[in-house]
């Protein structure tokens, strides 16, 4: 007779525990498939970490910059939002990676803001009516088409069109970085909750400036320049005059 295992209160259950079925081969078989599997996740983890971000391993997907969604965000100012957005394109234009644009709806939620068109002529607008732009054949196959294992993505709502996309991205062998300070939503609550669900998968959290200088690598490279104007950091002009006087007073 099976035993009654009784619960937490000292009542007897009416739930029985069915010895192991499986033998003792079949347990060390399936702890060893276990532990392959295990380590080869360890395996991708370190490798995601270690291969640093490049211009040649990279491209940046930005997802619903839209009129009207901008409308409503408030974990972020508009303007800085904006401001971020339109530096992070300019950035990633300089280092010569591949840049996608989506928009969902745009006659629900308006057209991609204007200065980041601006900042990215000729360039397509990839529209949509999908959720998650994953869904989309055209912008999975135009993610595809760059060849690139690491994406660069930031998006308007932070825990939708951002989170899902990356998250997503993630699960199918992509490393994802979400970019957080590029993106933004409607209340501190869909931020943090967006955050914890990205970190919980795999996602990589980075901001504008941060992912650029990692892939520009060297301060001696000559697109540093550029790069360094495109991202206009607003505190890097008066490091640009204090390096200025300093430069004079050394000549004086």
């Known amino acids: 007779m099976r035993p009654i295992i009784p619960d937490q ?16 081969k079949c347990e060390s078989d399936d702890r060893s498939s276990w532990n ?10 370190k490798t995601k970490f270690e291969e640093r971000l490049t211009p040649d ?9 839209q009129v009207g969604l901008f409308s409503g965000v408030s974990d972020i100012p508009v303007a800085e939002l904006k401001h971020n957005v339109i530096a992070l ?4 234009k300089v280092l010569g990676v591949p840049i996608i644009i989506t928009a969902t709806s745009p006659e629900m939620w308006g057209p991609i803001v204007p200065e980041l068109t601006e900042a990215l002529p000729g ?20 993610v595809e088409a760059t060849g690139r294992k690491k994406l660069v993505i930031a998006g308007v709502s932070t825990e939708v069109c951002l989170a899902f996309p990356a998250i997503f991205a993630t699960g199918i062998g992509y490393d994802a970085y979400a970019v957080i ?9 869909k931020r943090i909750t967006g955050l914890l669900r990205m970190v919980q998968a795999g996602v990589i959290v980075t901001d504008y400036a941060t992912v650029a200088v990692e892939m520009l ?16 950091m607003p505190w890097a002009g008066l490091v640009g005059q204090l390096a200025g006087a300093f430069a004079k007073g050394g000549a004086a």
Do not use: Q
């Open 89 to 92: 394109a300019k950035a990633f």
């Open 217 to 232: 690598k060297d301060n001696a490279s000559p697109k540093a320049g550029d790069l360094y104007a495109a991202l206009d």
């Open 9 to 24: 209160y000292g009542e007897p259950s009416n739930k029985v525990f069915p010895p192991h079925p499986v033998s003792d």
């Open 36 to 45: 392959g599997a295990t380590n080869e996740r360890k395996t991708m983890e």
């Open 57 to 65: 391993n990279a491209a940046l997907l930005l997802i619903d910059h």
């Open 123 to 142: 360039i397509s607008i990839i529209n949509r009516t999908t959720v998650n732009a994953f869904d989309e054949p055209r912008f999975a196959k135009a």
């Open 181 to 189: 300070d590029a993106s933004g939503t409607f209340s501190e609550t």
